[in-house]
Nanobody
Framework: QVRLVESGGGLVQPGGSLSLSCAAS????????MNWYRQASGKQRELVAT???????NVVDSVKGRFTISRDNAKNTVYLQMNSLKPEDTAVYYC?????????WGQGTQVTVSS
């Protein structure tokens, strides 16, 4: 059974940093594309970053240069390093993967950027 557990969210001031983690079980993350999504209150969930099985990465333009996705294969964990945070980055952040045509989501972790 695939399980994704996010951690690392919290309250941070504008310009600050947070590092999110997504611990996976039931899958080998290096064999799957792993994604970070976010959903702000009243808005649709949006893709933020992807790390592909080959190790290449992609982030959306709104976070380019500020967010970095990475993984630790030994820990079977995916990370999202978030720097220079802005109030508009406030959202619930979710880890997601797909296996055998089924999407798996974590429970989400709240990130609040506010002074």
């Amino acid at each position: 059974q695939v399980r994704l557990v996010e951690s690392g969210g919290g309250l941070v001031q504008p310009g600050g940093s947070l590092s999110l983690s997504c611990a996976a079980s039931g899958i080998i993350i290096s064999n799957n594309a792993m994604n970070w999504y976010r959903q702000a209150s009243g808005k649709q969930r949006e893709l933020v970053a992807t790390i592909f099985s080959a190790g290449s990465t992609n982030v959306v333009d709104s976070v380019k240069g500020r967010f970095t996705i990475s993984r630790d294969n030994a820990k079977n964990t995916v990370y999202l390093q978030m720097n220079s945070l802005k109030p508009e980055d406030t959202a619930v952040y979710y880890c997601k993967t797909r296996r055998f045509y089924t999407d798996y989501w974590g429970q989400g972790t709240q990130v609040t950027v506010s002074s």
